[in-house]
């Protein structure tokens, strides 16, 4: 959804119960506007306007919960690129030796993150399926925001500032934090106006789902189960801390949800759970908000040498938290790293904010106050827009797989689905490592100094799904064309080290390719899809 879009229906952030329901309902709990002369046509005058806001009667029940849970996908969705995008900048030769071990550290919690993050965007599409709604896969390019979004998406490198954005957004709506809260918050507010927590639409859409009064049981399909993405197929055995990641470390990691759901308390554990990844304030496994809270405080050392004392540690403690179990949580000092020698450095290389790429040297993004930067270099125009088509093939199976039945007995490599959820995670693994040449790759064609290029992460122009099932085969095989036609470009100014990539790629999409075109011929038995 574009923002505009969104704020057409602002009316229903603050008054949610209000908006869809009308006078002719029954059964509403005590409490509930109804339609009336007044709620329609308030009366005149500050006080008024403040306290009965307009209705909009564009919504129904089920629609508006679409319309949160719309939402809600387009920030977990925004959230996760941001998260890939500011980890994929750290490292490189200007980080101290003494300090390599923890950045790198920090990339692998960041990359966590973002990996749950994908699972809260799959999980949200479970529940769009469930109350058969479409799917939504969609976001805005940058600069984009909203109502509900945390902060205006931005693709940077990560600093003290980025880190203060991420530990605000997914912290607790009650939290206060002591000096260490404010300094948060006052590095948020220096280049946010009006910042969000993502608590703020949970703690809206989640009521709405429990209610029977508001959402009736008949909204719920539990038909859609084997069409939605589950854990056995897309968990990949990252649980009880298995996380998988290249160095090791962190060793334990919460797991990756991936929530299917058949009914109304399905749908609002899901919530839940999603909701508790992000902000919790207790339980045994860290919440992004304490995961991001703890990099920002070994940053903060590591790069301005100030030592967060025990007591101001302690008065960041959420309201929820027990203070024996925040306690064992505080970060212990690195400060030996820095010593006398310390000098000024950055943990991020210095790669674009917002990069992109287009045909049209003349068409500039909408800037809307924010900064963007072109990609001219000629090798990395074509790795980005490698990695622009890599990134549509993924949301393309994606969005594929909600439409394949099957469950685990199509999860094999040469089902369909079982395709599907491979390419899918395929994409990802290209992802990385596309994003990682970028993050070395020049930005600019003719400045040397102006640093790196990074990945663009852009939209394509649709994600709409062609009618009929041999119609999405074709739609993947002109996605395997195209990227074929850039690695071909590549293969012709990349240098030799990193055609063995380029290779490997075209290997694995000639199979995907070849598994098309049975299934366009009819040889895969159509009770698999």
Not at 9 to 28: E, R, S, Y
Not at 267 to 277: D, N
Request: aromatic residues 10%.
């Amino acid at each position: 959804m574009r923002a505009a879009q969104i704020r057409r229906h602002l009316g229903a952030m603050n008054q949610p119960k209000a908006l869809p329901v009308t006078g002719t309902q029954k059964g509403l709990l005590g409490g509930v506007n109804l339609l009336s002369a007044e709620s329609i046509s308030p009366q005149p005058g500050p006080q008024s306007q403040s306290e009965k806001p307009p209705l909009n009667l564009e919504f129904s029940p089920r629609d508006y919960v679409t319309y949160l849970l719309s939402i809600d996908a387009e920030i977990e969705h925004c959230l996760m690129v941001q998260y890939l995008y500011a980890a994929y900048s750290l490292g490189g030769p200007q980080v101290p030796e003494a300090y390599r071990d923890a950045v790198r550290n920090w990339q692998e919690v960041i990359l966590g993150i973002a990996k749950e993050e994908m699972g809260h965007l799959i999980s949200v599409q479970n529940s769009l399926r469930l109350i058969g709604a479409p799917l939504h896969m969609e976001r805005e390019d940058y600069p984009w925001d909203g109502p509900f979004y945390p902060f205006p998406f931005a693709l940077e490198p990560l600093t003290l500032d980025s880190l203060a954005k991420y530990v605000f957004a997914e912290s607790p709506v009650d939290w206060e934090g002591g000096a260490l809260g404010d300094e948060i918050r006052a590095r948020v507010h220096a280049h946010v106006d009006d910042p969000h927590q993502v608590a703020v639409l949970f703690n809206t859409l989640i009521p709405l789902v429990q209610d029977p009064d508001y959402l009736p049981d008949y909204v719920f399909q539990a038909n859609t189960y084997p069409s939605q993405a589950n854990w056995a197929e897309w968990g990949r055995g990252y649980q009880g801390g298995n996380r998988g990641n290249s160095t090791g470390q962190p060793r334990q990691t919460p797991d990756v949800l991936v929530v299917p759901q058949t009914c109304r308390d399905d749908m609002v554990s899901a919530l839940q759970a999603i909701a508790f990844q992000g902000e919790a304030t207790t339980g045994s496994s860290k919440s992004h908000f304490v995961r991001f809270l703890t990099i920002y405080i070994e940053m903060r050392e590591a790069l301005e040498q100030e030592i967060l004392s025990a007591n101001e540690w302690s008065a960041a403690r959420p309201a929820e938290y027990t203070a024996d179990g925040w306690q064992q949580l505080q970060p212990a000092s690195k400060s030996v790293l820095g010593g006398a020698a310390f000098a000024p450095w950055s943990p991020s290389r210095k790669v674009a904010v917002n990069p992109y790429v287009s045909l049209n040297t003349e068409l500039e993004p909408e800037q809307d106050g924010g900064t963007t930067t072109r990609i001219t270099h000629p090798e990395s125009v074509l790795w980005a827009q490698l990695h622009n088509v890599r990134y549509r093939m993924l949301l393309t199976y994606l969005i594929h797989s909600f439409t394949l039945f099957g469950g685990l007995n199509a999860a094999g490599a040469i089902t369909p689905r079982g395709a599907i959820v491979n390419g899918t995670f395929g994409e990802m693994y290209n992802l990385r490592a596309i994003s990682e040449i970028l993050m070395q790759s020049p930005v600019s064609a003719t400045n040397p100094a102006a640093g790196f290029a990074g990945p663009p992460f852009q939209m394509p122009y649709t994600l709409n799904s062609p009618f009929g099932e041999a119609n999405r085969w074709r739609g993947h095989l002109d996605l395997l064309t195209a990227a074929q036609n850039l690695v071909e470009a590549l293969l012709l100014i990349a240098p030799p080290s990193r055609h063995t990539y380029l290779a490997s790629m075209c290997e694995a999409d000639k199979n995907m390719r070849e598994l098309a075109l049975r299934i366009l011929s009819g040889s895969i038995d159509t009770a698999l899809l």
